[in-house]
């Protein structure tokens, strides 16, 4: 079965500090894409980062990078400088290259910035 | 460009109505999906389409549920009747294949 597991399923930081969400996955198959998705109160679904399988350096955008340990299936998100339009819902996912369409979503992790 | 286009964006109704979701995807893309959020099971994918084909319904929850695409640029998600347990934010999402899927905005829908 192809599953991903969030662990924190709240979190609390101060304005300005780094923040990491964790996530798991697991698959059999060696080629994927993961992503994280952000879902801010207006309910949005927002791509945040992705990352290619088959590449070993981590993605990067601005204040957003992950830590990718494919051996552990390991994918956690490391927010930088955490603003308060952070505050969001965030969502870990990934999809099998070559197989379904599907997107697999873990059950999110709630992330209050406070300031 | 614009993105993903859900309409309406709120609906309440009574129960046992028909309530019909709409969604016009970016332009370009040949997937669509359909996902339904609640609070108690997340994120579900529902159905999604190819180049206008169901590939996968094996999320609709029962024959009350309908979803079709009759051209490149619209679908709609039919519920008929519908129940209170229908109460849930659907959300449309489009991509092109194996690249990030871009959602609409969403549904609320209320089921009284």
């Known amino acids: 079965a192809q599953t991903v597991t969030q662990s924190q399923p709240e979190m609390s930081v101060q304005e300005a500090e780094t923040v990491t969400l964790s996530c798991t996955y697991d698959?059999?198959?060696?080629?994927?894409?993961l992503f994280w998705y952000k879902q801010p109160p207006s309910r949005q679904m927002i791509l945040v980062i992705r990352?290619?399988?088959?590449?070993?350096q981590n993605a990067t955008e601005n204040r957003f990078s992950v830590n990718f340990q494919k051996a552990a299936k390991s994918f956690s998100l490391k927010i930088s400088d955490s603003q308060l339009g952070d505050t969001a819902m965030y969502f870990c996912?990934?999809?099998?290259?070559?197989?379904?369409?599907?997107?697999?979503f873990g059950q999110g992790t709630r992330l209050t910035i406070n300031p | 460009d614009a993105g993903v286009i859900q309409s309406p964006r709120h609906e309440v109704t009574e129960m046992g109505q028909e309530v019909t979701l709409r969604c016009k995807p970016i332009?370009?893309?040949?997937?669509l999906f359909w996902y339904r959020q609640t609070m108690m099971r997340g994120l579900e994918l529902l159905i999604y389409?190819?180049?206008?084909?169901?590939?996968?319904d094996s999320g609709m929850p029962e024959d009350r549920f309908s979803a079709k695409m009759p051209n490149a640029s619209f679908s709609t998600l039919k519920i008929q009747p519908s129940e209170p347990r229908d109460s849930a934010v659907y959300f449309c999402?489009?991509?092109?294949?194996?690249?990030?899927?871009?959602f609409g905005d969403g549904t609320r829908l209320s089921i009284l």
């Open positions: 999402a489009s991509s092109l294949s194996y690249q990030p899927q871009h």
């Open positions: 698959t059999s198959e060696n080629n994927y894409y």
């Open positions: 990352q290619e399988a088959y590449k070993q």
């Open positions: 996912a990934f999809v099998i290259i070559q197989g379904a369409q599907k997107l697999v």
């Open positions: 332009s370009g893309h040949d997937y």
């Open positions: 389409f190819n180049n206008n084909v169901p590939i996968d």
